[in-house]
């Protein structure tokens, strides 16, 4: 059985930074499409990165330049490194696994952790 458990949201300011941390239990390849989607009060679930078994990474244009997604296979654990955050980057950040190639579609992904919250003040 696939579990996702997030962590590292938080608050912070705008200009700030966070780490989240997703460890995968069950997923026997971590080499398979991971992302990260988020959901702020009032609105739909978006695509936030992914990244695919041949490590390629994507970007939703909003946070190009300032978040990065990475996996570390070893640790079965996948990040995303935010940076410069804004108060429009607030919601409940979520991690996601789906077999084959990525999307921007949340209802491709099976599996999905609890959700992290993040908060960033102006």
């Known amino acids: 059985q696939v579990q996702l458990v997030e962590s590292g949201g938080g608050s912070v300011q705008a200009g700030g930074s966070l780490r989240l941390s997703c460890a995968a239990s069950g997923y026997s390849n971590m080499r398979r499409c991971m992302g990260w989607f988020r959901q702020a009060p009032g609105k739909e679930r978006e695509g936030v990165a992914t990244?695919?078994?041949?490590?390629?990474?994507r970007y939703t244009d909003s946070v190009k330049g300032r978040f990065t997604i990475s996996r570390d296979n070893a640790k079965n654990t996948l990040y995303l490194q935010m940076n410069n955050l804004k108060p429009e980057d607030v919601g409940v950040y979520y991690c996601?696994?789906?077999?084959?190639?990525?999307?921007?579609?949340?209802?491709?992904?099976?599996?999905w952790g609890q959700g992290t919250q993040v908060t960033v003040s102006s």
């Open positions: 996601a696994a789906k077999h084959g190639v990525c999307s921007w579609y949340q209802y491709e992904y099976p599996y």
């Open positions: 990244i695919d078994e041949y490590d390629m990474l």
